[in-house]
């Protein structure tokens, strides 16, 4: 068996509640990208970690420290989730902070897979409307509660 981490996107994982059962369906049944695998008797999933949230100044430091645990357990690839894949806008910056820093681990595009083009983009749909919603703050409580007036 391979040794395998998945990074996946800190959003969905907080804000959207992904439980990654799409990525550890097709980890166990070697489809999707980890069809890769199989040859060599499958993917062992040693760890799944979430990106370190859309970058700040401290991003590359995080994420490196977040993979630096997966590294330290033996990885050989870790795969970036098909909604870091299809969703983050800043994917590219982190693979490269990390192949830089971890030359010896694969880093790989994708998950699972999605039955069809339709059902991708509606998935890619509902994700990008979901974390773009507008969410009430305790300023619009506060304004409710005054009348609309301070």
């Not at 033996?74 to 910056?93: D, Q, R, S, T």
């Not at 902070?97 to 694969?106: V, Y």
């Not at 509902?126 to 507008?134: D, G, R, S």
Request: with cysteine; hydrophobic share 35%; glycine share 8%.
């Amino acid at each position: 068996m391979v040794r395998i981490g998945i990074i996946t996107c800190a959003n969905m994982t907080n804000d959207l509640a992904c439980s990654s059962v799409g990525c550890l369906e097709d980890s166990y049944a070697s489809k999707g990208k980890f069809s890769r695998y199989a040859e060599r008797g499958g993917a062992q999933v040693a760890g799944i970690i979430s990106c370190s949230g859309c970058p700040t100044l401290r991003a590359p430091e995080k994420i490196l420290k977040r993979v630096r645990t997966l590294a330290v357990s033996g990885v050989e690839a870790i795969h970036f989730a098909y909604c870091l894949e299809h969703n983050c806008p800043f994917k590219n910056k982190y693979r490269s902070i990390l192949q830089s820093e971890f030359p010896n681990i694969e880093f790989i595009s994708g998950t699972h897979e999605v039955p069809d083009e339709k059902q991708a983009a509606d998935l890619d749909a509902f994700v990008k409307n979901a974390l773009c919603q507008q969410s009430a703050s305790m300023a619009d409580l506060i304004e409710s509660l005054n009348g609309g007036s301070r």
